[in-house]
Structure formats: structure tokens, C-alpha cells
């Protein structure tokens, strides 16, 4: 079955960087979207940012500037560059990719979430 594993979380002080990565593996035929989400303690999953399989992207407001999204379609990776971390940036990030595969209908997937904690 298809498989989305998480890696690059960590604690770091404000105003360093992480870069999460995240591995989609499996009988995987083609990929469209690909993108990280967050949730922090006591608040909702939210967007952070997302990158199509042509290269568009689009982020959170509060993210722009600061974050990179990007993507290696050969390796089925999604990346996501955080720089000048801030410590409302402290929360459970979860990436997911819309995909077609050998296990059944187009669906979306998530991976289990890695924590990013930045201290202030």
C-alpha cells in the first residue's frame, strides 16, 4: 500500500531552519498535488503550503516569505524549506499527496506527522 513517511522535524531555536521531506512509496502510477500541513495543540490542521506536479505553489499568509515548498518527482519527495523560525510555528506537521496507484481509486494520503518545535 502506499506510504507517505515524514522526516527533518526537530526542535530549533527562532530564527534557524528545518527542512522536512517527506517520501511517498508503493505501486504509486502518477502524482498530482503534493503539500504540508499543521496542527498545533488546541488548534486545527491548516494548510502551509502545496506544489502541483507542474511546479505552481501556494502558501499560508503567515509562511510566505519565510518557507519553500518544492518537489522531485522522480524520487515521489515533497520538501519543505523553513527558514527564521518562529515559535507560533510549533506544531505537528503532516504532508499528503493526491496520487493514483495500484491499490485502487485516486485518493489522497497522509503521512503520520513530524514535530517541529522552535524555542524562543
Known amino acids: 500500500q502506499v506510504q507517505l513517511v515524514e522526516s527533518g522535524g526537530g526542535l530549533v531555536q527562532a530564527g534557524g531552519s528545518l527542512r522536512l521531506s517527506c517520501a511517498a512509496s508503493?505501486?504509486?502510477?502518477?502524482?498530482?498535488?503534493m503539500g504540508w500541513y499543521r496542527q498545533a495543540p488546541g488548534k486545527q490542521r491548516e494548510l502551509v503550503a502545496a506544489?502541483?506536479?507542474?511546479?505552481?505553489?501556494n502558501y499560508a499568509d503567515s509562511v510566505k516569505g519565510r518557507f519553500t515548498i518544492s518537489r522531485d518527482n522522480a524520487k515521489n519527495t515533497v520538501y519543505l524549506q523553513m527558514n527564521s523560525l518562529k515559535p507560533e510555528d510549533t506544531a505537528v506537521y503532516y504532508c499528503?499527496?493526491?496520487?493514483?496507484?495500484?491499490?485502487?481509486?485516486?485518493?489522497?494520503?497522509w503521512g503520520r506527522g513530524t514535530q517541529v518545535t522552535v524555542s524562543s
Open positions: 506544489i502541483t506536479s507542474g511546479g505552481s505553489t
Open positions: 499528503n499527496a493526491d496520487l493514483s496507484s495500484g491499490y485502487g481509486p485516486p485518493a489522497r494520503y
Open positions: 508503493g505501486i504509486i502510477f502518477n502524482i498530482n498535488a
